[in-house]
């Protein structure tokens, strides 16, 4: 696989990592996955606004081979990571909302020209060589490179996971805390700097607009 797995980004995330150690991380992060797999929940995540049903799904499927579910923990299927990109192409990304009709359509082309089924129906292996075909710009049907396509998606999968989560994703602070980031801090006190330094500040789980500095953006 060519695009950077889960575990290859936490490698490079843990060259400057600043929370409680992967092991434990791990552990809660896996808890907090299956409370987020109930039925409540799964009744609860945000409607689409600008997707349609069928490109919903689909983006569904594949931010879940991106950045998927393991035994580290949650992905960006449980950060809201496509509840994120949705919000954001009717406001930031509007621009892009074109690009994702034409590349979701030919993705899903290319899946069952290639591999005999639409992309949701594949295997994840199956699934994971689309992608790679489409990354790598070898997938056919796609205006322009399907690489640009890959690249746009991936680039957004990442902000839907590990932005703050007062844009939509982020659900829960799952992906904060899968990279082990404590959180939004204005101030740190000598205490703080000191469980830094030992890896062991606790995350505070706050949305910088949480803080009276930070202004929201209205609309």
């Known amino acids: 696989m060519t695009f950077i797995s889960r575990r290859d980004l936490l490698k490079r ?11 434990d ?19 609860s995540r945000p409607a689409l ?14 931010v879940a081979r991106l950045i998927p579910t393991d035994e580290l923990g949650p992905g960006a299927t449980e950060a809201d990571a496509v509840a994120y990109i949705d919000r954001a192409l009717g406001d930031a990304l509007k621009s892009s909302r074109q690009a994702y009709a034409t590349g979701l359509a030919a993705l899903d082309s290319y899946a069952k020209a290639s591999r005999g089924a639409p992309f949701t129906q594949l295997s994840s292996v199956d699934q994971d060589s689309v992608l790679i075909d489409v990354e790598t710009g070898t997938a056919t049907g796609f205006t322009g490179s399907s690489a640009t396509f890959f ?18 994703g982020n659900a829960n602070f799952v992906g904060w805390d899968l990279l082990q980031y404590p959180g939004v801090r204005t101030m740190v006190t000598a205490a703080d700097q000191q469980a830094l330094e030992h890896k062991q500040l606790k995350p505070n789980h706050t949305s910088a607009y949480d803080y009276q500095n930070f202004t929201r953006a209205k609309g």
């Not at 995330?13 to 600043?18: L, N, W």
């Not at 992060?29 to 009744?43: C, E, K, S, V």
């Not at 690249?151 to 939509?168: E, I, K, R, S, W």
């Open 13 to 23: 995330v843990g060259m400057t990592s600043i929370a409680v150690p992967l092991i």
């Open 25 to 43: 991380r791990s552990a809660k992060a896996i808890a907090l996955r299956d409370a987020l797999h109930d039925g409540a929940d799964a009744q």
């Open 49 to 62: 606004q600008i997707f349609t049903a069928d490109e919903g799904k689909l983006m569904d499927a594949i």
């Open 151 to 168: 690249a746009m998606v991936l680039n957004h999968t990442h902000q839907g996971t590990f932005g703050d989560p007062y844009y939509g």
